[in-house]
């Protein structure tokens, strides 16, 4: 192997920096129990929505659509940093996944290998589409009242409450759901969130601002190295912010078509800074996502700032 090409090797992985991930942890624990409603909350304000569209009552503020707001305007400054580190039902897949891979790959470990191929991940993606879709579409057709509480995320929200309601064809739909889910989660990293989030669906096609966009710079990469995309819980290939496109690509046209695909699917990133955190080089993040002790400052404005959106929203 020459100087200029590096593999994800098992030295590397034991690079990976204890004190952002203490950090992590803490940023999620605090979260976890401070806010373990505000992922359902924030999608109960996408619900209120297509409810007004059905009644034809004027949109009013409440506390649900003043979370969707908050996060929605988080997400659109800083990225998916929410889906990262403070919402609950992530937290609960990343537990999961760490727990069902502790002996075989260590918690969490960067490279530990994914059930589900690359190329029918990128396609099962969509599927979290068609779930928001559906949901807003029963919502404006009137047929909310129905099929509230089958939810597997309103059980969690329950189970987190320590208030399960089992009872009645909805309870029983969203636990079966539940738990199909969280066997999804253990199997396979962030398996709900990548495909069949309808939130996430939300966050994935919002506008996030450019200096929260990851990227890499093409000419700091080193030859062969795959080490960012296989750290990626979504299994990214970041997009060059030097050129247009891959070493890949063959020319120009390509490598501007190849550079849109991987903008495109940058909706996808959680904003967990592994990536940041795993290049040998320090060539990818962005201003907000960095690596070592400035990545655990931003962590930490973020988290504040997060804090603080949603206590104000929740007080709507
Ligand atoms: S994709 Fe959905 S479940 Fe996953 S972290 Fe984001 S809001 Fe939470
Ligand atoms: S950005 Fe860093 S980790 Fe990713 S391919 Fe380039 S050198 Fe490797
Ligand atoms: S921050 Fe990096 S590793 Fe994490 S999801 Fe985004 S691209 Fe993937």
């Known amino acids: 192997m020459?100087?200029?090409?590096?593999?994800?090797?098992?030295?590397?992985k034991r690079?990976?920096?204890?004190?952002?991930?203490?950090?992590?942890?803490?940023?999620?624990?605090?979260?976890?129990?401070?806010?373990?409603?505000?992922?359902?909350?924030?999608?109960?304000g996408v619900k209120y929505l297509g409810e007004r569209i059905h009644s034809g009552e004027p949109v009013e503020m409440s506390t649900f659509l003043a979370m969707l707001l908050a996060l929605a305007a988080f997400t659109m400054v800083f990225g998916r940093f929410f889906c990262s580190r403070a919402c609950a039902f992530g937290t609960y897949g990343d537990v999961l996944y760490a727990v069902f891979h502790w002996k075989k790959r260590g918690p969490g470990r960067p490279g530990s290998k994914q059930m589900i191929p690359d190329a029918a991940a990128s396609k099962l993606r969509y599927v979290k589409y068609g779930i928001l879709v559906l949901v807003c579409a029963l919502c404006i057709l009137g047929f909310s009242?129905?099929?509230?509480?089958?939810?597997?995320?309103?059980?969690?929200?329950?189970?987190?409450?320590?208030?399960?309601?089992?009872?009645?064809?909805?309870?029983?739909?969203?636990?079966?759901?539940?738990?199909i889910c969280s066997i999804g989660m253990a199997a396979e990293k962030r398996a709900f969130c990548r495909f069949l989030c309808p939130f996430g669906a939300v966050f994935s096609i919002l506008p996030v601002l450019p200096f929260s966009m990851v990227q890499r710079k093409q000419k700091e990469c080193i030859k062969g190295c795959r080490a960012c995309a296989n750290v990626c819980p979504a299994r990214l290939d970041l997009p060059y912010s030097d050129i247009g496109g891959s070493t890949k690509a063959a020319s120009a046209d390509t490598a501007a078509a190849e550079t849109a695909k991987y903008q495109f699917s940058m909706g996808e990133c959680?904003?967990?800074?592994k990536c940041a955190r795993i290049c040998p080089k320090?060539?990818?993040?962005?201003?907000?996502?960095?690596?070592?002790?400035?990545?655990?400052?931003?962590?930490?404005?973020?988290?504040v700032i997060l804090a603080g959106l949603l206590t104000v929203a929740a007080g709507v």
């Open 282 to 303: 320090q060539n990818a993040g962005c201003a907000t996502m960095k690596k070592g002790g400035k990545g655990i400052a931003w962590d930490i404005v973020k988290a």
């Open 270 to 273: 959680f904003g967990c800074s």
């Open 15 to 44: 690079k990976f920096p204890g004190a952002e991930q203490i950090c992590d942890i803490v940023i999620k624990a605090v979260f976890f129990f401070a806010f373990p409603a505000a992922w359902s909350a924030g999608f109960a």
């Open 2 to 12: 020459s100087e200029n090409t590096v593999r994800t090797t098992k030295k590397q």
């Open 145 to 179: 009242s129905q099929v509230a509480g089958s939810s597997p995320w309103t059980f969690f929200s329950q189970l987190v409450a320590l208030k399960p309601k089992l009872g009645g064809t909805a309870g029983i739909v969203g636990l079966v759901l539940f738990v």
